[in-house]
């Protein structure tokens, strides 16, 4: 079965400074997509970042990006400058041959002023 | 106007209640899913169509049925709600694109909180 791990289930950092939230995930495929969405309060689901499992480079969106480690399946995300607006639950997701996303459990990260 | 609308947002019924959570698309996509949402669980896929004629079931489908009226219009049914369908449920679409297009995300909506007691 194709799975996606996430290990902490909640983070805080302080405001301006950076953190990483981890993410794992299983799968014998050779192609697929992987993403970070963010639900803050409002309980929408926000596409933060995208990455191609084709695509070497690590993405980045601004004060977000990823560290994509094929060969370990591994996909975590780092916020630089963290600011109170990035408080959230934040949730790692694959998108693999079926065709159909899968999401960790996610990981609830409190913003410390 | 939201791109992806559902509706209730909030609704509140008791067990063994019939309920329909409806969900609408402008985004002229032809694949939408609903999934559940619960602490600690993350989301999860109860069903999803690739367009109106076809209808799949995802890992948690029991309980559940859903009608594909039109290509913007994807329903969920709780024939008998029970207590533990408590949760939050979200509707999203996908444009598979071809090529570079491709890029697998889903857009949701604003999902619909319902509480079965």
């Known amino acids: 079965a194709q799975t996606v791990t996430q290990s902490q289930p909640e983070m805080s950092v302080q405001e301006a400074e950076t953190v990483t939230l981890s993410c794992t995930y299983d799968t014998s495929e050779s192609d697929y997509y992987l993403f970070w969405y963010k639900q803050p309060p409002s309980r929408q689901m926000i596409l933060v970042i995208r990455q191609e499992a084709y695509k070497q480079q690590n993405a980045t969106e601004n004060r977000f990006s990823v560290n994509f480690q094929k060969a370990a399946k591994s996909f975590s995300l780092k916020i630089s400058d963290s600011q109170l607006g990035d408080a959230a639950m934040y949730f790692c997701a694959s998108l693999f041959g079926n065709e159909k996303l899968t999401f960790g459990t996610g990981t609830r990260l409190t913003i410390i002023p | 106007d939201a791109d992806v609308t559902q509706t209730p947002r909030n609704r509140i019924t008791k067990t063994g209640k019939r309920i329909m959570l409806e969900c609408s698309q402008t985004?002229?996509?032809?694949?939408m899913y609903w999934y559940r949402q619960d602490p600690g669980l993350g989301l999860r896929l109860i069903y999803y169509?690739?367009?109106?004629?076809?209808?799949n079931k995802g890992e948690i489908s029991d309980g559940y049925s859903v009608s594909r009226q039109a290509q913007a219009k994807f329903s969920l049914s709780l024939e008998s709600a029970i207590p533990n369908q408590t949760a939050l449920y979200f509707c999203?679409?996908?444009?598979?694109?071809?090529?570079?297009?491709?890029?697998?995300?889903?857009?949701f909506g604003e999902g619909s909180r319902l509480t079965v007691l």
């Open positions: 985004k002229g996509h032809d694949r």
């Open positions: 169509s690739f367009d109106v004629k076809d209808i």
């Open positions: 999203a679409t996908s444009d598979p694109g071809t090529g570079g297009a491709r890029t697998g995300e889903l857009f």
